[in-house]
């Protein structure tokens, strides 16, 4: 029985030292837990509760008002259009920039590595206020084109300049977003390529982008979510004039004209299940992405 013992137990000390190594990890994560759950998941039960919630108890009639509201599926329009062209600029820039990039030598990729990180953090109502300052209706840069006659009535603070000041702010997140996918593009690649017959924009298409087309279907879904949840650039440029989903939501939650925090939660709601589709669609694709390419290889 005593043999019997002994060998129970340094199992048993084993087993504690074993459990104690997964715990400690999980009660350092806890206060990120907490704060996940106080201002991401409670938040979010909070809209979909109070979308559901009427003057004359529960229903859907924020949700049959905003369907049948022109003015509101307005908003979801331009929002969609505005964040959709936006992405796709700031994507297209962004990836040539980090093709470029990933060519360059050390000290120009820390520079500019740098100089994008910094750029990238700057957004929201300064860089509303710098727009304003170079290309508004007197700004210097507008001026200076009108003077050479290579522009005549801009307006940055209509959908184009959205579109501008958008893709400005998507195109540093792109280009850190895509600059470590490049990584997967071996150097011998081209070289392989060329020696068996293919050019360059074969290569492009059959080889660099089927390789990359994880990472920037992944990088597009995120500029389009970063855009269509922008709210501060937005409000700035316009004064809350141009109709945004996001526009409107901020005002009918600090009632300009109405408080109507329930509506609003309706029209987040709305935005949410939009966004889902699309992440849903963009997973798919990635899915679709990874057996071709599977079968490819096969």
């Known amino acids: 029985m005593i043999s019997a013992a002994t060998r129970i137990l340094p199992d048993q000390a084993v087993i504690t030292r074993q459990t104690r190594r997964h715990w400690l990890p999980a009660l350092v994560l806890l206060p990120f837990f907490l704060l996940m759950i106080l201002f991401q998941l409670a938040p979010m039960v909070w809209v979909m509760v109070g979308s559901f919630q009427t003057p004359d108890g529960w229903g859907l009639n924020h949700y049959r008002e905003i369907l049948s509201s022109p003015f509101y599926l307005q908003s979801f329009t331009n929002s969609l259009r505005i964040a959709g062209i936006a992405s796709l600029g700031g994507l297209a820039i962004g990836t040539l920039g980090a093709a470029a990039l990933r060519h360059s030598g ?128 937005a409000y700035a440029l316009t004064t809350g004039n141009f109709n945004l989903v996001t526009i409107r939501v901020a005002s009918l939650v600090s009632g300009d004209i109405f408080l109507e925090p329930n509506l609003a939660a309706a ?26 390419r599977g079968q490819s290889h096969a």
């Open 106 to 233: 050390e000290r120009v990729k820390r520079l500019l590595l740098a100089f994008v990180t910094m750029t990238g953090n700057f957004s929201g109502v300064p860089l509303a206020f710098a727009f304003i300052i170079i290309l508004g209706i007197n700004g210097a840069v507008t001026l200076l084109l009108k003077s050479w006659g290579l522009i005549d009535g801009f307006n940055l603070y209509s959908g184009a300049g959205l579109i501008l000041i958008y893709t400005y702010f998507q195109i540093p997140l792109a280009l850190l977003l895509l600059y470590p996918a490049f990584d997967a593009l071996q150097d011998e690649w081209p070289q392989a390529a060329a020696l068996l017959g293919a050019s360059k924009r074969q290569y492009v298409w059959h080889v660099a982008l089927p390789v990359l087309t994880p990472a920037l279907l992944g990088t597009l879904i995120i500029l389009f979510a970063n855009a269509v949840g922008a709210y501060a650039s």
């Open 267 to 292: 029209l987040a709601v709305i935005l949410m299940v939009l966004l889902g589709v699309v992440t849903a669609a963009n997973q798919w694709l990635l899915k679709k992405s990874y057996v071709n």
